[in-house]
């Protein structure tokens, strides 16, 4: 039988392992100096359900599901979710909102840790005034997984065309 203060020595390195991988499977999203962080495409288009402009932060299942019913609303029924593990990840999306014309996109080029939290910087592209284009609305989006971290999300959305 072991002795008390292997015991206890035992459930403290126990707990301690516990809390490490805690901490790392979240950790805080700012940084005193900029540092980009890896990022991985999940899904871009034209032809979200999402007609509005905005950035949305999914850090669990249940959120990727509800922005997933939203955007996925226009396509066929059933179409399933791009796959992120949120044990390591989180997605960030990036909607334009209703456009009135194709040639419209985003691009999420980089998200980095800044003093606050985390920076997204995307651009957005507009057909040049003088370029044919189809005659439909769109709604671009972009989505992508980062490290899960906690804390602020903030967008800086360039435009060009």
């Known amino acids: ?8 020595g ?3 390195a126990v707990g301690l392992a516990l809390t490490v991988g805690v901490a790392c499977r979240s950790q805080r999203c700012a940084s005193d100096t900029p540092e980009p962080l890896e990022l991985r495409s999940v899904l871009q288009g034209t032809n979200s359900g999402v007609q509005e402009q905005r950035l949305v932060v999914a850090r669990d299942a249940e959120e990727w599901g509800t922005l997933w019913s939203e955007h996925a609303r226009l396509d066929v029924p059933g179409t399933a979710a791009p796959e992120i593990d949120f044990d390591k990840e989180m997605a960030i999306a990036v909607f334009l ?12 080029e980089s998200v980095e840790r800044g003093p606050t939290g985390l920076v997204v910087h995307a651009l957005a592209t507009a ?7 189809t005659q439909a609305l769109t709604s671009p989006m972009h989505a992508v997984a980062v490290p899960r971290c906690t804390g602020e999300v903030m967008l800086d959305l360039r435009e060009s065309n």
């Open 127 to 133: 057909p040049a005034a003088d370029t044919m284009t």
């Open 97 to 108: 909102g209703a456009r009135p014309t194709g040639g419209h996109a985003v691009t999420i």
């Open 10 to 12: 035992t459930i403290v």
């Open 1 to 8: 039988m072991p002795s008390f203060p292997i015991l206890i």
